[in-house]
């Protein structure tokens, strides 16, 4: 069993960047697929950004490619989600889980999920 912690949200302003971390316990991370989501008031949880444990393929959705890039660092058993250029439509509480197929992972349909940190872009 694989917990998940998310770290690194707060308040940015427009045009500024974070750096979001989900750090897991239970078991190596290079076994899963790991995927950030994220979910405003109001509105559907959506996908943002998957790396596969296995082979290192990332995917991103349209919304952010270009300014979210998605890591991991096996060795500290942590993904990494940087945001750069935010938008105020990024402000959203962000998720990160993990499952053991990419493609369902990417669909949403994760096995373990983090509690959720909270990203706000203001000025």
């Known amino acids: 069993q694989v917990q998940l912690v998310e770290s690194g949200g707060g308040l940015v302003q427009p045009g500024g960047s974070l750096r979001l971390s989900c750090a897991a316990s239970g078991s190596p991370l290079d076994y899963y697929a790991i995927g950030w989501f994220r979910q405003a008031p109001g509105k559907e949880r959506e996908g943002v950004s998957c790396?596969?444990?296995?082979?290192?393929?990332?995917w991103y959705a349209n919304s952010v490619k270009g300014r979210f890039t998605i890591s991991r660092d096996n060795a500290k058993n942590t993904v990494y989600l940087q945001m750069n250029s935010v938008k105020p439509d990024d402000t959203a509480v962000y998720y990160c889980?993990?499952?053991?197929?990419?493609?369902?992972?990417?669909?949403?349909?994760?096995?373990?999920w983090g509690k959720g940190t909270l990203v706000t872009v203001s000025s």
């Open positions: 790396i596969n444990g296995r082979d290192g393929n990332t």
């Open positions: 889980a993990a499952g053991p197929d990419y493609r369902t992972v990417v669909a949403g349909m994760a096995d373990h």
